[in-house]
C-alpha cells in the first residue's frame, strides 16, 4: 500500500497507526471490513468511488456488492505456511493464548484463499491482477497499471502515471542510498509549514495525507524523505548526518 500510495495511487485508509509489530505502520480500512461483515458494504462503498483500498482477509472480498460497479484487485500470492508463521508469531505477540498448529492454519488459509480467488475469478465486476509477494517490487510498474482507471478519477490535473512511477522511483532509489535516512522533526515542521502554503498542494487527496500537484507525490512520504526536495525549489533536501550538524534547509 505504501509503494502505492507513494507512486500517486488514492489510498483510502483509517489513519495510519503503528505499534511495535509493524513500525512502518499498516494501512487497514476497519470500518470497510466491518461494512462487509453486517451488510452495509454497499453504502459504504459509494463514498469510496476511485479509491484503492485494502482487504486483509479475503473472505471479504466476497461480500463486496458489485451494483453496477467494476473492482481493480492486486491479488497478493504468498505461500499460505508463511503467512501462518507470520500470523501465529502476531497473534501471540499481541497475547494469544491458544491458536492451531502452523500446518492446520496454513490449510485453513489455502483453503479460504482458494475460495475468494475462485469467486473473484468468475465474477465479470473483479478485474485481477496477480503478483507473488515474494517478487513486488518488480511488479510495480503492472500495479499502477492496473490501478490507472482509479487514478483517472481524480479531479486535478497531475502528471502521468508514468511520470509519477519515475518520480518515486527515483526518489527511493536516493532514499535507499542514503540509508533510508528520515527528515528531522524540525526539518520535517518546516516542510509541511511550506507545503501546506503553497498553491501546489493538494490537502484533500491521497485521503487527506496531501500531494504535491507538481510531482504528483504523496507529500506524506515525500516530505519524509531527507533526500527529496520541492520540485520548484521551495524547500531542499537535507543530508543524513544527525540533527545538530545538519545545516538549515
Ligand atoms: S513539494 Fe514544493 S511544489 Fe510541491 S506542494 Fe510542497 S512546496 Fe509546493
Redesign the pocket.
Known amino acids: 500500500m505504501r509503494l502505492l500510495r507513494d507512486s500517486g495511487i488514492p489510498i483510502f485508509y483509517q489513519g495510519e497507526h503503528f505499534d511495535e509489530f509493524n513500525p512502518q505502520g499498516y494501512f487497514e480500512a476497519p470500518q470497510i471490513m466491518a461494512a462487509c461483515m453486517n451488510g452495509s458494504a454497499d453504502k459504504v462503498l459509494d463514498s469510496l468511488d476511485g479509491l484503492t483500498f485494502k482487504m486483509p482477509l479475503p473472505h471479504h472480498l466476497e461480500k463486496l456488492p458489485a451494483n453496477g460497479r467494476e473492482f481493480f484487485v492486486i491479488w497478493m500470492d504468498r505461500y499460505p505456511m508463511e503467512s501462518a508463521i507470520s500470523l501465529r508469531k502476531l497473534n501471540f505477540a499481541r497475547g494469544a493464548k491458544f491458536q492451531p498448529d502452523p500446518e492446520t492454519l496454513a490449510a485453513n488459509i489455502e483453503r479460504v484463499r482458494a475460495r475468494a480467488l475462485e469467486y473473484l475469478t468468475a465474477t465479470p465486476a473483479f478485474h485481477i491482477l496477480r503478483v507473488p509477494q515474494s517478487e513486488l517490487d518488480s511488479h510495480v510498474p503492472a500495479m499502477i497499471a492496473h490501478l490507472r482507471p482509479v487514478s483517472e478519477t481524480l479531479s486535478h490535473p497531475l502528471p502521468t502515471a508514468r511520470e509519477m512511477l519515475s518520480n518515486f522511483g527515483s526518489a527511493a532509489h536516493r532514499f535507499a542510498r542514503a540509508g533510508f535516512a528520515t527528515t528531522s522533526p524540525k526539518a520535517l515542521a518546516t516542510r509541511e509549514a511550506?507545503?501546506r502554503a503553497?498553491p501546489?498542494?493538494d490537502a484533500a487527496a491521497l485521503n487527506a495525507t496531501g500531494r504535491?500537484r507538481?510531482?504528483g507525490c504523496s507529500?506524506w512520504a515525500?516530505l519524509r524523505m531527507a533526500t527529496e526536495s520541492?520540485?520548484?525549489g521551495?524547500?531542499k533536501a537535507v543530508s543524513a548526518a544527525p540533527e545538530a550538524t545538519r545545516k538549515p534547509e
Open positions: 511550506t507545503c503553497c501546489e498542494w504535491c507538481k510531482c507529500t515525500k520541492c520540485p520548484i521551495k524547500w
